[in-house]
């Protein structure tokens, strides 16, 4: 065997052994949670856009607290304000207001449809109650969206620190941690208490 063959030999091993450093499994990872993080914030812009709906049906249906509906409308526009692009994704401070933004508006759907259960004659309205399903349904998308970015994100997590890939992760990509979405109150596992006494 002439040299010249043997560097013949080696050029496709020197090609294995870099694509197993993680040269193409970083990135390809990295989109796949940004692409996930899209459809969190495609699940988070369908409800914004449901709430004004919601909340003319409310106020033509029934005459209900007008602070309820004031703090949906003021914790939708708030939520609306906070942006957090792909690049931030490492940043757990602007994951976390993006979070606590979010946090806020579910808290005002909360109380809103808690006053809505003392309320009956809404729930006669047709149209509202398409409306309420349309909500529970952008809810369950959103949990399902973030389900699936946080799995994104620990695959992600876990092929930058693992051998082979840190190797192309830190030299090559300069790879960091991405931050996986978590819930804002602390208490979030607890079942919100519902009480029709007064």
């Not at 990872?29 to 004004?52: G, H, S, T």
Request: hydrophobic share 40%; charged share 20%; proline share 5%.
């Amino acid at each position: 065997m002439t040299i010249r063959s043997a560097r013949w030999l080696i050029l496709p091993a020197a090609a294995m052994s870099l694509s197993a450093c993680g040269i193409n499994s970083v990135p390809t990872k990295e989109e796949a949670a940004k692409a996930k993080w899209a459809n969190v914030e495609a699940a988070y812009q369908r409800r914004a856009d449901l709430i004004p709906n919601l909340v003319e049906t409310a106020k033509g249906a029934a005459q209900i607290e007008q602070s309820t509906l004031e703090g949906v409308i003021q914790a939708r526009a708030s939520a609306t304000q906070v942006k957090l692009s792909t690049d931030d994704l490492e940043d757990p401070a602007k994951v976390q207001a993006f979070q606590q933004a979010q946090g806020n508006v579910s808290s005002a759907l909360g109380r809103l449809l808690v006053t809505v259960e003392r309320y009956p004659d809404l729930k006669s309205q047709q149209r509202f109650a398409d409306l309420m399903t349309q909500l529970e349904g952008t809810e369950n998308r959103i949990n399902i969206s973030i389900q699936d970015y946080n799995a994104a994100v620990q695959d992600y997590n876990t092929t930058i620190r693992t051998f082979p890939d840190i190797i192309g992760a830190k030299i090559v990509h300069g790879a960091d941690p991405m931050t996986p979405y978590k819930a804002v109150n602390p208490n979030a596992e607890q079942a919100p208490k519902v009480d029709f006494g007064s």
